[in-house]
């Protein structure tokens, strides 16, 4: 009996070291979110509780009971042990077994106790992460953590960009003339000045009428500077303001290419007329048409065709 009183104080000890307890939710302080309600956020506690409950395995305070459970056990079967050797040497076998069972169990459920408790703190920690985690995700205001607001704005629809500026094209220089014997104009003896007076129109008959079935084409030479009339029977030629026509010798004026006509004098005339003779004339108009009926798609020359006008 004197053996149990002198190990009530190892129970006592035993009881107070098991009586250690930890807290069975989270530790940290979540308040809801402005605006909800405190039924919506009770069921969104019990949910983030289940869950950071499922991320340990189990309660906190479960697993420093059965930390300290282990080391009791274990200090109790080495401290029989131990107590039953050293007193059967003193003849007191049974006592010392007593003494060891009651030695081991304080110390096993000492150190049961504390590394129940590091495990308990580790496991709380843990816990507290996923219940922040987890009300966290519901928007709750969470210590330490700043909640992001997320704004949904009405979709923006951007005006079309303006149509790109017109780009302003060069147009590219024309080709050059291939300069060649017979483009360059020869230097002729200009014809005599005619007389400023008109001549006897016994001598100058007036030029004939011409006659077509439809208006002449002229074609511009750049050799005279000036249309020449091709495709009829007739030396034609256009300034730009009138006509001359080259009969008898004699160059006639008038307002169409059909006249009517009249002897034209030195005021009138054109310098090209003064500087070349008819049959130069001929030869700048066949070269100029001979480069038309070459190349007709890619001719860059000019042509005139007055308006159709009957006699």
């Given at each position: 009996m004197?053996?149990?009183?002198?190990?009530?104080p190892f129970?006592?000890?035993?009881?107070?070291?098991?009586?250690?307890?930890l807290?069975?939710?989270?530790s940290?302080n979540?308040l809801p979110?402005?605006?909800?309600s405190?039924?919506?956020?009770?069921a969104e506690?019990?949910?983030c509780?289940?869950?950071?409950?499922q991320?340990?395995g189990?309660?906190?305070?479960?697993?420093?009971?059965?930390?300290?459970?282990?080391?009791?056990?274990?200090g109790?079967?080495?401290?029989?042990g131990?107590?039953?050797?050293i007193g059967?040497?003193?003849?007191?076998?049974g006592a010392?077994a007593?003494?060891?069972?009651?030695?081991?169990?304080?110390?096993?459920?000492?150190?049961?106790?504390?590394s129940?408790?590091?495990?308990?703190?580790e496991?709380q920690?843990r816990y507290?992460n996923?219940?922040?985690?987890?009300m966290?995700?519901y928007g709750?205001q969470?210590p330490g953590?700043?909640?992001?607001v997320?704004v949904h704005?009405?979709?923006?629809?951007?005006p079309?960009?303006?149509?790109?500026?017109?780009v302003?094209v060069t147009?590219?220089?024309?080709p050059?003339?291939?300069?060649?014997?017979a483009?360059?104009?020869?230097?002729e003896?200009?014809?005599?000045?005619?007389?400023?007076?008109l001549?006897?129109?016994?001598?100058y008959p007036?030029?004939p009428?011409?006659?077509?079935e439809?208006a002449?084409?002229?074609i511009?030479?750049?050799?005279?500077?000036l249309y020449?009339?091709?495709g009829?029977?007739?030396d034609?030629v256009?300034?730009?303001a009138?006509?001359?026509?080259?009969?008898?010798?004699?160059?006639?004026r008038?307002?169409?290419?059909?006249?009517p006509?009249v002897?034209?004098?030195?005021?009138?005339?054109p310098p090209?007329l003064?500087r070349?003779?008819?049959?130069r004339i001929?030869?700048f108009?066949?070269?100029e048409?001979?480069?038309?009926e070459?190349?007709?798609?890619?001719?860059?020359?000019?042509?005139?065709?007055?308006?159709?006008?009957r006699?």
């Amino acid at each position: 009996m004197r053996y149990t009183y002198k190990l009530t104080p190892f129970f006592m000890l035993l009881a107070l070291n098991g009586c250690a307890t930890l807290p069975t939710g989270p530790s940290v302080n979540v308040l809801p979110t402005s605006g909800k309600s405190f039924d919506v956020f009770r069921a969104e506690d019990a949910t983030c509780r289940q869950w950071a409950d499922q991320q340990i395995g189990g309660p906190a305070q479960q697993t420093y009971e059965k930390n300290v459970a282990t080391g009791a056990v274990a200090g109790t079967a080495i401290g029989t042990g131990l107590g039953a050797a050293i007193g059967s040497g003193s003849g007191h076998t049974g006592a010392g077994a007593l003494i060891g069972a009651a030695s081991g169990l304080l110390v096993g459920s000492a150190v049961g106790s504390d590394s129940g408790r590091v495990y308990g703190m580790e496991a709380q920690r843990r816990y507290d992460n996923s219940y922040i985690q987890c009300m966290y995700s519901y928007g709750n205001q969470v210590p330490g953590y700043r909640p992001t607001v997320v704004v949904h704005q009405p979709a923006v629809i951007a005006p079309p960009p303006p149509p790109p500026a017109p780009v302003a094209v060069t147009p590219p220089p024309p080709p050059p003339t291939v300069v060649t014997q017979a483009t360059i104009p020869p230097v002729e003896t200009p014809l005599p000045p005619p007389p400023e007076v008109l001549p006897d129109p016994q001598l100058y008959p007036p030029a004939p009428e011409i006659y077509v079935e439809r208006a002449p084409q002229f074609i511009y030479s750049p050799a005279l500077g000036l249309y020449v009339a091709v495709g009829v029977p007739y030396d034609l030629v256009y300034t730009g303001a009138e006509y001359f026509y080259f009969y008898g010798g004699r160059w006639y004026r008038g307002p169409y290419y059909n006249g009517p006509w009249v002897l034209a004098v030195r005021r009138y005339y054109p310098p090209v007329l003064l500087r070349y003779n008819i049959g130069r004339i001929h030869h700048f108009r066949d070269l100029e048409f001979r480069r038309y009926e070459h190349d007709k798609a890619h001719y860059d020359g000019r042509f005139h065709y007055p308006e159709f006008r009957r006699r």
